[in-house]
């Protein structure tokens, strides 16, 4: 298997936020990387003898740098595939950095979602973390396979919500916690809101990122939630959820994650 920042822990509903660029908080720092020279001897001729010392003829020294990518080579995704950018907050981005791990500079940024990641066929383990060699547009470098997940199905989930709601559509005094209770409600054990809440005087959605542990294929999905309000009322309720599943390692002929 191949190989996310937290902004709602769904359990005790704990909301978190943060500007700088997303990578994991537990990566280890990829240190420096190994530069090698290698310098040829000067060669000397006198008469019909070879020395190294006290030269009548010197040749130009020969440098070669090899530079060692950071961490270990590890399987990744195909070279080709597309992947979409998730875990990442409204008010965030992820970099993009020149080489794998976190010491390396940034070249650029992805937006929480961007859907057209395509993979480049390069994998590495730094630390704890699995980086991918990607592309997007002309920006090319390396991001964490932590904040990147294929899209499979789009399915309308409100009746699933509201069955396990006990037969009744949920309903709270934001559309952030109208999210997290559908979060709840499907299963997920953390969320992230991907696009910030969109409010009219009577409708509003908001996009959010639920991913569930424990499942080696299927990481989560991205929810579309719309809400709905009587004109003067603080309470918004449930009109639709709308799933989009969000796979570790890709999806087959079916949209389904393999």
């Not at 109208?178 to 992230?192: K, P, S």
């Amino acid at each position: 298997m191949w190989s996310r920042r937290i902004v709602v822990l769904i359990a005790g509903c704990l909301i978190a936020a943060s500007c700088a660029g997303t990578e994991p908080a537990s990566e280890v720092p990829a240190g420096d990387t190994t530069t090698t020279d290698s310098v040829a001897p000067v060669s000397t001729t006198t008469g019909s003898s070879s020395s190294t010392s006290a030269p009548d003829m010197t040749t130009t020294p020969t440098t070669s740098t090899t530079t060692t990518m950071p961490g270990m080579a590890v399987d990744g995704p195909p070279s080709g595939t597309v992947w979409s950018v998730v875990g990442v907050a409204h008010d965030d981005t992820l970099n993009v950095r020149s080489q794998p791990g976190v010491d390396s500079p940034i070249v650029g940024v992805l937006e929480p979602t961007e859907d057209a990641v395509t993979a480049d066929g390069g994998a590495r383990l730094v630390g704890s973390t699995i980086w991918w060699s990607v592309v997007v547009d002309a920006l090319e470098g390396w991001a964490s396979s932590s904040y990147l997940a294929m899209s499979g199905s789009t399915s309308d989930v409100t009746s699933a919500v509201t069955e396990a709601n006990t037969g009744q559509r949920p309903s709270a005094e934001s559309l952030d916690e109208l999210a997290a209770e559908v979060a709840r409600l499907r299963g997920a054990d953390e969320m992230v809101v991907v696009v910030a809440p969109s409010e009219g005087t009577t409708t509003g959605e908001v996009v959010i990122d639920a991913f569930m542990f424990g499942d080696d294929s299927v990481r989560g999905e991205r929810i579309l939630v719309a809400g709905q309000r009587s004109d003067g009322d603080t309470v918004w309720g449930l009109y639709t959820a709308e799933a989009t599943t969000l796979c570790w390692r890709g999806v087959d002929a079916n949209s389904l994650c393999v």
